[in-house]
């Protein structure tokens, strides 16, 4: 088990799921427990100081991994957002064991849908691919929801990561990487990516 965790602190994800909802979390582990995500068709911000996330932060302040056993980062540390801990408001309410936060989310980790141009035995995602009987892969945000991150949440986070699905393929996640391009090129955006389709740009 790993001896330190803070990306309640700085990170949130977002992944389609039933009906274009977003099942939102603070915690990479979001597909394995209930009680670190909730699962909204509006106004995703106001998770960020739900209960149930400020819960995490207390568990993690007092090094409490009882949330975190079954999933993958519980055995393989996993620090690639980490640096985030070092900004002036996440260090202080580290130190402070607080669980209000009063600052937004500092990184996005978001999957607009779970459409893929391939089908790869390998995929991180393909677990829940096969999980939903397929289902799974035609999951996408619904345009409400796509709107409101673009003009609520990508102002306001440091970096984005974007994941699927193949970002590359699907309209939705071609749409936010070129608003995200055209609006705020400041912004680090990454993309994973299978590569197949980067000939097209």
Same mark, same amino acid.
């Given at each position: 088990?790993?001896?330190?965790?803070?990306?309640?602190?700085?990170?949130?994800?977002?992944?389609?799921?039933?009906?274009?909802?977003?099942?939102?979390?603070?915690?990479?582990?979001?597909?394995?427990?209930?009680?670190?995500?909730? %699962?909204? $068709? =509006?106004?995703?911000?106001?998770?960020?100081?739900?209960?149930? *996330?400020?819960?995490?932060?207390? !568990?993690?302040? /007092?090094?409490?991994?009882?949330?975190?056993?079954?999933?993958?980062?519980?055995?393989?540390?996993?620090?690639?957002?980490?640096?985030?801990?070092?900004?002036?408001? %996440?260090? $202080? =309410?580290?130190?402070?064991?607080?669980?209000?936060?009063?600052? *937004?989310?500092?990184?996005?980790? !978001?999957?607009? /849908?779970?459409?893929?141009?391939?089908?790869?035995?390998?995929?991180?995602?393909?677990?829940?691919?096969?999980?939903?009987?397929?289902?799974?892969?035609?999951?996408?945000?619904?345009?409400?929801?796509?709107?409101?991150?673009?003009?609520?949440?990508?102002?306001?986070?440091?970096?984005?990561?974007?994941?699927?699905?193949?970002?590359?393929?699907?309209?939705?996640?071609?749409?936010?990487?070129?608003?995200?391009?055209?609006?705020?090129?400041?912004?680090?955006?990454?993309?994973?990516?299978?590569?197949?389709?980067?000939?097209?740009?």
């Amino acid at each position: 088990m790993r001896d330190e965790c803070y990306y309640p602190y700085f990170m949130l994800f977002i992944n389609p799921t039933r009906e274009g909802k977003a099942l939102v979390s603070t915690c990479c582990n979001n597909f394995f427990r209930r009680e670190n995500c909730h %699962v909204v $068709d =509006a106004e995703i911000l106001d998770t960020w100081n739900s209960v149930r *996330f400020r819960f995490q932060r207390k !568990l993690l302040s /007092t090094h409490d991994w009882s949330h975190c056993i079954g999933s993958d980062c519980a055995y393989i540390p996993y620090d690639a957002g980490d640096k985030f801990a070092t900004f002036p408001d %996440v260090r $202080d =309410a580290i130190a402070k064991k607080e669980t209000l936060l009063g600052y *937004f989310p500092k990184k996005l980790f !978001l999957v607009p /849908t779970l459409q893929c141009n391939n089908n790869c035995y390998f995929c991180y995602c393909r677990k829940y691919r096969l999980g939903g009987g397929g289902a799974y892969r035609s999951f996408t945000l619904s345009t409400k929801l796509l709107q409101e991150i673009k003009e609520k949440i990508v102002p306001v986070v440091e970096a984005i990561t974007l994941s699927g699905g193949e970002a590359f393929y699907a309209p939705e996640s071609l749409d936010l990487i070129e608003a995200i391009s055209s609006y705020s090129p400041e912004k680090n955006l990454s993309v994973f990516t299978n590569g197949t389709l980067l000939h097209r740009f």
